[in-house]
């Protein structure tokens, strides 16, 4: 069944710590989204990629950094974590769902807490 | 510059009432406006989409209402349930929503109380 993947689920790390968030879809879309999501639920873009090698920073300034090398692989990177990266991350990707119909499939998220 | 504002923030239900969500929009190029349904630990999924060329699409217990001249939209759920508790987002696009990215709205949490 074609979705989208994220790991880990839960990801408690100390400050200053180098972390990757990974992100992979079978969705055969092209496009694909990291999100951060706050505790009043609403959605921030950080970062978007259009395809290979293609990334954009988002609405939303984050010190993340994404990489698109893979079609399916869209990971997210903190090069140190502090605890203002604690958050619910996101990942999404866009295209025509199983449906017919156009739209984002969202993974189910990685709750990071860093302390 | 939020360019889809949604309403109420929070909204409680008694079971078989109706739960109503609304969302407005400033940028008049939009002509995609999905729902998206978010349940706690899960990431969100579409429910359901009208384009501008209808005023309404109804898909079992759940309608968006669309009114171009006053740029605004709605999701009606009818029949609330408990496992209609969630948070739910509407959201907006051009281009019929394929090639550019969606605006979200901040995103509605809905609770249907038993």
């Known amino acids: 069944e074609a979705d989208i993947y994220q790991t880990p689920r839960y990801l408690v790390i100390g400050t200053g710590k180098k972390i990757t968030l990974e992100c992979s879809q079978t969705?055969?879309?092209?496009?694909m989204y990291w999100y951060q999501q706050d505790p009043g639920m609403e959605l921030h873009l950080i970062h978007y990629?259009?395809?290979?090698?293609?990334?954009e920073k988002g609405d939303l300034s984050s010190e993340s950094t994404v990489s698109r090398i893979r079609t399916e692989h869209f990971p997210l990177t903190l090069e140190s974590a502090r605890p203002s990266h604690t958050s619910q991350y996101l990942c999404a990707s866009s295209g025509t769902l199983g449906t017919g119909v156009y739209g984002y499939t969202f993974g189910s998220g990685t709750r990071l807490t860093v302390v | 510059q939020q360019q889809v504002k949604q309403s109420p923030q929070s909204l409680i239900v008694q079971k078989g009432g109706i739960s109503i969500i609304n969302c407005a929009y400033e940028?008049?190029?939009?002509?995609?406006f999905p729902w998206y349904q978010q349940f706690p630990g899960k990431g969100p999924a579409l429910l359901i989409a009208i384009r501008p060329d209808v005023s309404e699409k109804k898909e079992g217990r759940f309608t968006i209402s669309f009114n171009k001249s006053a740029k605004q939209f709605s999701l009606h759920i009818m029949d609330s349930q408990p496992g209609d508790s969630a948070t739910y987002f509407c959201a907006a696009s051009r281009g019929g929503g394929s090639n550019y990215k969606l605006t979200f709205g901040k995103g509605t949490l809905l609770t249907v109380n038993p």
């Open positions: 969705m055969g879309h092209d496009k």
């Open positions: 990629s259009y395809g290979v090698n293609s990334t």
């Open positions: 940028n008049t190029a939009f002509d995609y």
